[in-house]
């Protein structure tokens, strides 16, 4: 059974610095798109970025410079290392595995989120 | 940058048929898909690849694509359907959502 279970949300100060992690079981991260989706309270579903399984990365324009994804193959995680956090990055964000490697791709499995509130 | 827009809301009468749309520049030259979000609960695919429908999700959803809109159709809508419905394309290097559109019914 897939799985994916985020963790590492919480209150930071802007400006500040913080790490996401999202554990997955049930499968390899490295061999699929993975992808970050954030939604800020009571707004719409936002994509933040992915990693292919090639190894490449892509961001959303709201967050390139600041944010970047990666993975640990040998602990099968993903991660989203986010910098200079501001109030506008405050939101739950999703980890989410696309359904196959490919363009056309639905992200079919979602973790449960992880809050980050950016205040001071 | 590529954008997709959706009606805030559309209300539908329990066995009515609802409409959700998606307007984006060329979209039919792209694929689209469907998420359902429930409050407090993360999104589920509904449609995928313009009308493919997942295992597990009931046939009265349906989609097409063509021109600059995609459209969720829901056929008989149930009173459990009613949630937060927003479409998804890809647009040659970002994945992008559409503002969403709640879908409530009476």
């Known amino acids: 059974e897939v799985q994916l279970v985020e963790s590492g949300g919480g209150l930071i100060q802007p400006g500040g610095s913080l790490r996401l992690s999202c554990a997955a079981s049930?499968?390899?991260?490295?061999?699929?798109?993975m992808s970050w989706v954030r939604q800020a309270p009571g707004k719409g579903l936002e994509w933040v970025s992915i990693i292919y399984s090639g190894g490449s990365t892509y961001y959303a324009d709201s967050v390139k410079g600041r944010f970047s994804i990666s993975r640990d193959n040998s602990k099968n995680r993903l991660y989203l290392q986010m910098n200079s956090l501001r109030a506008e990055d405050t939101a739950i964000y999703y980890c989410a595995r696309a359904e196959y490697s490919g363009y056309d791709s639905p992200f079919a499995y979602w973790g449960q989120g992880t809050l980050v509130t950016v205040s001071s | 940058s590529y954008e997709l827009t959706q009606s805030p809301s559309v209300s539908v009468s329990p066995g009515q048929t609802a409409s959700i749309t998606c307007s984006g520049d060329?979209?039919?030259?792209?694929?689209a898909c469907w998420y359902q979000q429930k409050p407090g609960q993360s999104p589920v695919v509904v449609i995928y690849?313009?009308?493919k429908r997942p295992s597990g999700i009931p046939e009265r959803f349906s989609g097409s694509n063509s021109g600059n809109t995609a459209t969720l159709t829901i056929s008989g809508t149930q009173a459990m359907d009613e949630a937060d419905y927003y479409c998804?394309?890809?647009?040659?290097?970002?994945?992008?959502f559409g503002g969403g559109t709640k879908l409530t019914v009476l």
């Open positions: 060329k979209l039919g030259d792209k694929y």
């Open positions: 690849q313009d009308n």
């Open positions: 998804q394309a890809w647009d040659g290097s970002t994945w992008m």
């Open positions: 049930g499968f390899t991260v490295s061999s699929n798109y």
